[in-house]
């Protein structure tokens, strides 16, 4: 071979047989450049090349990137007949191909049905691949459903087509075409190891996508459930007998298609995982959707930094299964990790405040709580739900310290101006209350504060309402509360409570008619 190359020297006698033997050679090691320089020093000693040569120069062309020069040297060879030329047609096709120059590609490919030798399904294949590539999804799905059609065993079709299927919303017609495929080749749904193929996952996420959660748990659960549990790093032998069967004594496996779940992506397994819970717990099997999630969470697979991801989104899924099933104490232990995790997270952390609220937990995580704003002193949700609990335990001036700290960092956060100017509040009420009409002064500051920051006038007016109710300044209460049952706001939903609120001013200050009409009016069930 290396003989051959060295004997590129221009010859007027060269036999045309050598020089496309020595542009093969140049082809097969990809040395388009030592290609295209030969049959430029050769040219010029011959009136024209031959139509072979010509095209073996145009492919050199394409694969260095030079379009121009290729599509002049093609020219000739696109007006002759591609069933005489079906090989050069070919090779300048692929060449295009394999250079993402689809629509040219597309072009040759085209013309190649006219030969009996190229009409093939590995071509229409191709010309579907170019079709998609190039955006013509239906002139794609519709070749490749002849390719399919014609050799229902070819997976790398079925796959595309599939996808394609998927789509464009037809998954009755992706589940039709997977099907088929197996029929022909069973072993397509399983791999020569004994695994799910990519074929058969792609087939569950169709049924689930359908909403056949049964037909997709009939096919994944027991052998996800099976590896999960082979994966757990601390082995519970309890729960691992679960998962077994006993016959006679003797504890065997029942026998199952592996997933192969080591070696599929972090990302891939979460989300298996993740689907399977939601499945089971759509057909009333939450129990089972948070045992599969708690497992797991306790495997090996998702390890290291680079899956934190994976490990939140799982917490997540653990939560909303949890939280379906009625099973608060889990949903708030899930969401409180998922929390602790996530320190700056503001949504995360108003989340874990409504379960805690509604599991009557919200005060279980104040140690750890504690624990981990002292290694994130700048998470500012973490600091306003340290001033809570304070302020629940009744150690305001160390709640006011937190508010304060959290002010530092989000002036314009509505709540926490309230949260100071309700703890201010309090603190002026206190019997040891050093310079009290300061510290109320203080508060109502924090208050217009509040007022001014928030989008919604008939919650700052009832909260206005509120702080002068508590002093017992009823004339400045009514104005406010007043203004929150004239509202015609459509978010307002604080007229009942103002008007409640008003009717207890009323009967105080003796007129019990007044507050009877408030009550009829707002206050209705």
């Known amino acids: ?59 050199c062309e394409i694969y260095l990137g030079r379009a121009v020069e290729a599509q002049r040297h093609i020219r000739e060879l696109l007006q002759q007949d591609a069933a005489e030329y079906d090989d050069l047609f070919y090779d300048v096709a692929e060449a295009y191909r394999n250079t993402g120059s689809h629509a040219q590609a597309l072009e040759l490919y085209e013309q190649l049905r006219s030969s009996p030798s190229y009409n093939a399904p590995e071509v229409w294949f191709k010309i579907g691949k170019c079709h998609k590539a190039i955006g013509n999804l239906e002139s794609a799905k519709q070749i490749l459903q002849e390719v399919h059609e014609a050799a229902p065993g070819y997976e790398e079709v079925t796959h595309i087509l599939v996808e394609l299927y998927r789509g464009s919303g037809q998954a009755d017609l992706a589940l039709e075409t997977i099907q088929q495929t197996a029929e022909v080749a069973p072993d397509a749904l399983v791999t020569s190891g004994g695994r799910i193929s990519e074929l058969q996952l792609l087939q569950l996420n169709l049924l689930l996508q359908q909403g056949d959660q049964a037909a997709f748990l009939d096919g994944c659960l027991e052998p996800l459930q099976h590896e999960l549990q082979d994966r757990v790093r601390s082995r519970d032998k309890e729960r691992k007998d679960q998962l077994l069967e006993h016959k006679d004594g003797v504890r065997s496996r029942r026998r199952f298609v592996a997933i192969g779940l080591a070696a599929m992506a972090p990302e891939a397994v979460a989300k298996l995982v993740t689907s399977a819970a939601r499945a089971l717990s759509k057909l009333g099997r939450g129990t089972e959707g948070t045992e599969l999630l708690n497992i797991a969470l306790s495997t090996d697979l998702f390890s290291g930094e680079a899956n934190v991801q994976c490990v939140h989104s799982l917490r997540l899924a653990l939560v909303e299964t949890s939280w379906q099933n009625q099973d608060l104490d889990q949903a708030y232990r899930a969401m409180c990790a998922y929390c602790l995790s996530q320190p700056y997270s503001i949504d995360a952390w108003c989340v874990y405040n409504e379960i805690a609220q509604r599991a009557g937990m919200w005060y279980k995580i104040h140690r750890p709580l504690i624990r981990a704003l002292l290694k994130h002193p700048d998470s500012v949700p973490m600091t306003v739900l340290v001033g809570h609990h304070m302020t629940a335990s009744g150690r305001l001036k160390l709640a006011v310290g937190e508010y304060f700290r959290a002010y530092r960092a989000m002036p314009e956060q509505p709540l926490i101006s309230l949260c100071i100017g309700v703890s201010l509040l309090r603190l002026s009420m206190h019997k040891n209350a050093v310079n009290r009409h300061k510290v109320v002064m203080h508060a109502f500051a924090f208050f217009e504060q509040y007022a001014k920051l928030r989008d919604s006038p008939a919650e700052s007016n009832y909260n206005l309402g509120r702080a002068f109710h508590q002093l017992g300044l009823f004339h400045l209460a009514i104005p406010y509360y007043k203004k929150v049952l004239a509202s015609v706001h459509g978010g307002n939903t604080m007229q009942r409570e103002a008007a409640y609120n008003l009717s207890l001013i009323y009967s105080k200050s003796g007129s019990p008619e007044l507050a009877s009409h408030l009550l009829r009016s707002y206050v209705r069930i």
Do not use: C, F
């Not at 990809?30 to 011959?46: C, F, K, N, P, T």
């Open 1 to 59: 071979q290396e003989e051959a190359k060295g004997a590129h020297e221009p010859d007027p006698k060269m036999l045309l047989s050598t020089l496309n033997i020595l542009m093969e050679l140049y082809l097969e090691d990809e040395a388009y450049q030592h290609a295209v320089d030969l049959i430029e020093r050769w040219r010029g000693s011959v009136p024209k090349l031959p139509l072979d040569l010509t095209a073996k120069y145009a492919v």
